[in-house]
């Protein structure tokens, strides 16, 4: 069969493969970018004063003193990611409203004013080294472009309203040269004090990156945040040049509920053609609706011939649980877990389809995660252990040419086909055949993905693009034989990296086991 090649427009004008003998010029992962991907699953530690105050977005306003976790076991933070099969974790060492869980010399918005430890504390420190103790890599999130603590005025105090419109553009019009240099100074300094006292950080979690460029109407927001942007992005390059940053490196898509568009491309171009900007949308992106405040909501599909590469990462606010990014009390907004079938059709629809997704574990005010979610989440790992630990057959190495057959001992039944590609070289594959050889003959192998999703998000992905991951249910069948075809690329050759035969159970409610669920 011939394989397709895909022309240098979205409209995929299709030409023979012949054509082109030689291997196009395609964005390419860096090493830092390969190793996140290989990952696949983290997890995602929202701690900090709102979880003593009933807050998703501080206003700056409450007091440090409100931070007093009553039994703080971080090593269960982190027994907890590993047994969900986390390989990465990210604490919010500073969220927007300005609190720092560490003693930060920049303000006095800090641990070391609360009760905790008589505010000897440093929850940086005790999570970087719990991450080392459990074989998990470590990072940090931090957002140059909301500070609430050093935005705000005293008479905003009950008034700030995350998201109507987004707050934290309403203030530095009214500050002088020397109060937005401050602001910037903070933010950079900050950067400097994680990056550099902590040993190894692998990863920066950088919310709303360049935020500016969906704000043009607010010069003055522009004109600090992207200073601001510029001094910690240098920074974090400075301190730990193999240190990946979500922004310029990685790139959420469009939602917080853990969905990807399918096709996915990991490739893209950005706003003002260089790295250090945002993805510029595409005739395949579409906005999606805005009800939490979220400044990214372009559902991105990236672009087969983008420039620059951005690992997908899918962000779960509600995608593991109920009730929010922190912990709150069942007064304020109920926090408790989802099913593991919920469970899992977000991995399915997360990792499953190319994208890496990084799962909120949020500590309660006792400073231990809650525990139906701690449990929820050692059930998760457990079935997908179950799931992909023992294929049927897999193949071994990296395998080029656009056919690739595997084969087995004896005939067995099997209803999952998980392929790896190549990215070393870029992402090339954008549509495939899978068939096996079943008396005497190959028949074709029809998708039977269904997932939950809504518009823009397919919930029937087909066989299009694989990138680091794709995992197609298809109907049962006995064989002992399977055959990959790839139909169209954007460039040739392509390769599989992995082509792996697998037999699941369903994930419906029905056949799928219930996580206890334990209510405090």
Same mark, same amino acid.
């Given at each position: ?49 709102? +979880?003593? &105050? ?88 931090? &957002? ?22 987004? %707050? ?81 490196d990685t790139w959420i898509p469009g939602n917080e509920t853990?969905?990807? +568009? ?69 007064? +304020? ?17 997360? +990792? ?17 995660? %809650? ?112 055959r990959f075809t790839c139909t169209e690329a954007v460039s ?18 029905? &056949? &799928?086991?219930?996580?206890?669920r334990n209510r405090r």
């Open positions: 069969m011939r394989v397709k090649h895909m022309a240098p427009l979205l409209s995929l004008l299709l030409i023979g493969a012949d054509a082109f003998a030689e291997e196009m010029e395609l964005a390419r992962p860096t090493p830092q970018q390969l190793a996140f991907m290989e990952m696949e699953t983290g997890a995602f530690f929202h701690f900090g004063l709102n +979880v003593f &105050t009933g807050q998703e977005h501080g206003d700056g306003f409450e007091p440090a003193s409100r931070f007093n976790p009553t039994d703080l076991d971080m090593d269960q933070w982190l027994r907890t990611a590993k047994a969900m099969g986390a390989k990465y974790a990210v604490l919010t060492a500073r969220h927007e409203g300005g609190f720092c869980l560490w003693p930060t010399r920049t303000t006095d918005y800090s641990i070391a004013n609360s009760p905790y430890k008589n505010g000897k504390g440093d929850l940086v420190k005790e999570f970087v080294e719990a991450c080392r103790k459990y074989g998990i890599k470590p990072g940090i999130y931090h &957002t140059a472009s909301h500070d609430a603590y050093h935005t705000y005025k005293p008479e905003d105090k009950g008034q700030v309203v995350w998201g109507k419109p987004e %707050p934290s553009n309403t203030r530095f019009a009214e500050k002088t040269a020397k109060e937005r240099e401050h602001y910037i100074r903070v933010q950079e300094e900050q950067m400097r004090e994680l990056l550099g006292n902590y040993g190894r950080i692998w990863y920066v979690w950088c919310d709303h990156w360049n935020a500016a460029a969906t704000t043009k109407d607010d010069p003055a927001y522009q004109q600090v945040t992207n200073e601001a942007f510029r001094r910690t992005t240098q920074a974090m390059r400075e301190l730990q040049p193999d240190c990946i940053m979500m922004g310029p853990g969905h990807i +568009v399918y096709p996915l491309w990991n490739a893209v171009n950005t706003v003002d053609g260089t790295v250090w900007s945002r993805p510029a949308a595409t005739k395949a992106d579409s906005s999606t609706g805005n009800d939490y405040g979220l400044l990214e909501t372009t559902a991105l599909a990236g672009h087969p011939l983008g420039r620059f590469w951005r690992s997908r990462e899918c962000t779960t606010n509600t995608g593991f649980h109920h009730g929010g990014w922190f912990w709150h009390p069942d007064s +304020v907004r109920k926090t408790y877990a989802r099913t593991l079938a919920e469970h899992l059709n977000l991995y399915y629809r997360t +990792v499953g389809l190319g994208a890496n997704t990084i799962i909120n574990l949020p500590p309660d005010t006792r400073g231990r995660i %809650p525990d139906d979610i701690a449990k929820a989440a050692e059930a998760f790992g457990e079935e997908l252990r179950r799931r992909f630990a023992n294929p049927i057959a897999s193949t071994d190495g990296v395998n080029a040419g656009t056919t690739i057959e595997l084969a087995w001992s004896a005939p067995q039944e099997f209803n999952t086909i998980v392929t790896m590609e190549n990215l070393v070289n870029g992402q090339k594959i954008a549509r495939y055949e899978l068939e096996a050889f079943v008396g005497g003959e190959w028949i074709r192998l029809q998708p039977q993905n269904q997932l939950s999703a809504r518009k823009p998000y397919n919930g029937a992905p087909g066989f299009e693009t694989i990138g680091h991951k794709k995992i197609d249910r298809v109907a049962p069948v006995v064989a002992d034989r399977i040739m050759p392509v390769e599989l990296r992995s082509l792996a035969v697998y037999n699941c159970a369903p994930i419906d409610q029905e &056949t &799928t086991p219930q996580p206890e």
